[in-house]
C-alpha cells in the first residue's frame, strides 16, 4: 500500500540522541495512528489522531512525543530512549474510523 | 476487554497444500474483523476483512467467514504458494459508538512458510 509513506526506513540512535519519525498519507484521509511492533509481541496502538486532535494515548512514555501539523502528516519524536524501545514503528490511517491503512515501517534500534 | 487469539505458529507447508489458519476473539458488540498480512521487511497490508455475522471476506484466494456463533474468522486458502510465505494478523475492531476511535486489536501472528 503505497498510500502512506514513513521515513526514515532504519534508523539507529543512541540513548541520548533525539530523532523524528515521519509519516505522511496521501489517501485524503482524516485519522492516523502509531504502532509499535516488537519481536514475540503483539501490535501495540501508542497513539490516535483524528482531524489532528489526539484522541488516545495508550500509556505511552513521556520520551515518546507525537505530532500532528495536519490530516496528511504524523510525526513520533524520540528523545533519551532506552534499548527496548527498539523496535518496528508502524502509522496508519483511516478515513474516521473505518479500515486502516499501514505503511511500511521504521525499524528503530536504540544502542 | 477485546482479544484476540491465533493459533500458535510457525505454520510450514509445502507449495500447493492447503492452509487454515485459526483465529477466535472476545468482544462485546459487533466488531470488525479483518485479516493483515506482513511480507518479510515491509509494514501490513490489508488481505481481507468482514464487517457483520456471515459475511465472507476474500482477497488472493484467501478467504475467512465471520462466524459470530463461535467467535471465530479461520483463514483458508485452498492451494498456497511460495510467495505467501508472510506473517499474518487478525485484527478486530469495535463496532461504531465504542470509547476508542478506530482501535484495532491484533493477534500476535502467525508466521506463514510455504516451501517449492
Known amino acids: 500500500e503505497t498510500g502512506v509513506t514513513q521515513t526514515p526506513r532504519h534508523l539507529v540512535m543512541g540513548m541520548t540522541n533525539k530523532k523524528s519519525l515521519k509519516c505522511e498519507q496521501h489517501l485524503g484521509h482524516n485519522a492516523m495512528y502509531w504502532y509499535k511492533q516488537s519481536a514475540k509481541k503483539p501490535l501495540e496502538l501508542m497513539f490516535v489522531y483524528n482531524f489532528k486532535e489526539q484522541t488516545e494515548n495508550n500509556s505511552v512514555p513521556s520520551r515518546f512525543s507525537p505530532e500532528c501539523p495536519n490530516s496528511s502528516h504524523l510525526f513520533l519524536h524520540l528523545h533519551t530512549l532506552q534499548p527496548e524501545d527498539s523496535a518496528l514503528y508502524l502509522c496508519?490511517?483511516?478515513?474516521?474510523?473505518?479500515?486502516?491503512?499501514f505503511g511500511p515501517g521504521t525499524r528503530l534500534t536504540v544502542l | 476487554g477485546d482479544s484476540v487469539t491465533q493459533m500458535e505458529g510457525p505454520v510450514t507447508l509445502s507449495e500447493e497444500a492447503f492452509l487454515t489458519i485459526n483465529c477466535t476473539y472476545t468482544?462485546?458488540?459487533?466488531?470488525?474483523l479483518f485479516w493483515y498480512v506482513q511480507y518479510p521487511g515491509e509494514g501490513l497490508q490489508l488481505l481481507l476483512k468482514a464487517t457483520k455475522a456471515d459475511d465472507k471476506g476474500s482477497n488472493k484466494g484467501f478467504e475467512a467467514t465471520y462466524r459470530k456463533e463461535t467467535t471465530s474468522f479461520h483463514l483458508e486458502k485452498g492451494s498456497v504458494q511460495v510467495s505467501d510465505s508472510a506473517v499474518y494478523f487478525c485484527?478486530?475492531?469495535?463496532?461504531?459508538?465504542?470509547?476508542?476511535?478506530?482501535?484495532?486489536?491484533f493477534g500476535q501472528g502467525t508466521i506463514l512458510t510455504v516451501h517449492p
Open positions: 496508519a490511517s483511516s478515513q474516521e474510523g473505518r479500515t486502516q491503512y
Open positions: 468482544a462485546t458488540g459487533y466488531p470488525s
Open positions: 485484527a478486530l475492531k469495535e463496532s461504531a459508538g465504542g470509547t476508542s476511535y478506530g482501535k484495532l486489536t
